[in-house]
C-alpha cells in the first residue's frame, strides 16, 4: 500500500506551503492519520496527527499555531497547511496512516507510509 505525499518545494522563511497525502481506502478509512518529518543526519520525528473524524489533532510543540493537519474523508486525502515556516522546519515530510483510532507522535502505530517530500526553507 503506497501514500502519495506531494508539496513540498523551496520557500523563503515566513512564507506557506501546503501538502498533501493521497491514501488508498484500505489504508485511510477509519484510521487516524499523520505526517512526521525527517532532516538531515536526524530521527523522523512527529509532526502532527488527526482522526478519523478530523478530532483528536495532535501537533508537536514547535509547530503550534503554525502548522494545520486536516482531512478529506471523500478524497482520501490528508493535508498539511504550514505557514510562518523556518528554516529549521526543512526536512524531508512523510504522511503515514495509523492502526485504527491511535492519534499521536508513537511511530510504531503507524502502518503505511508514503514516499516522502522534500521541504526547504531558505533564510
Known amino acids: 500500500v503506497q501514500l502519495q505525499a506531494s508539496g513540498g518545494g523551496l520557500v523563503q522563511a515566513g512564507g506557506s506551503l501546503r501538502l498533501s497525502c493521497a491514501a488508498p481506502g484500505r489504508a485511510f478509512n477509519n484510521n487516524a492519520m499523520g505526517w512526521f518529518r525527517q532532516a538531515p543526519g536526524k530521527d523522523r520525528v512527529f509532526v502532527a496527527s488527526?482522526?478519523?473524524?478530523?478530532?483528536?489533532?495532535n501537533y508537536e510543540g514547535s509547530v503550534k499555531g503554525r502548522f494545520t493537519i486536516s482531512r478529506d474523508n471523500v478524497k482520501n486525502t490528508v493535508y498539511l497547511q504550514m505557514n510562518s515556516l523556518k528554516p529549521e522546519d526543512t526536512a524531508v515530510y512523510y504522511c503515514a496512516a495509523a492502526r485504527g483510532s491511535y492519534s499521536g507522535p508513537n511511530r510504531s502505530q503507524y502502518h503505511y507510509w508514503g514516499q516522502g517530500t522534500q521541504v526547504t526553507v531558505s533564510s
Open positions: 488527526i482522526g478519523w473524524s478530523g478530532g483528536a489533532r
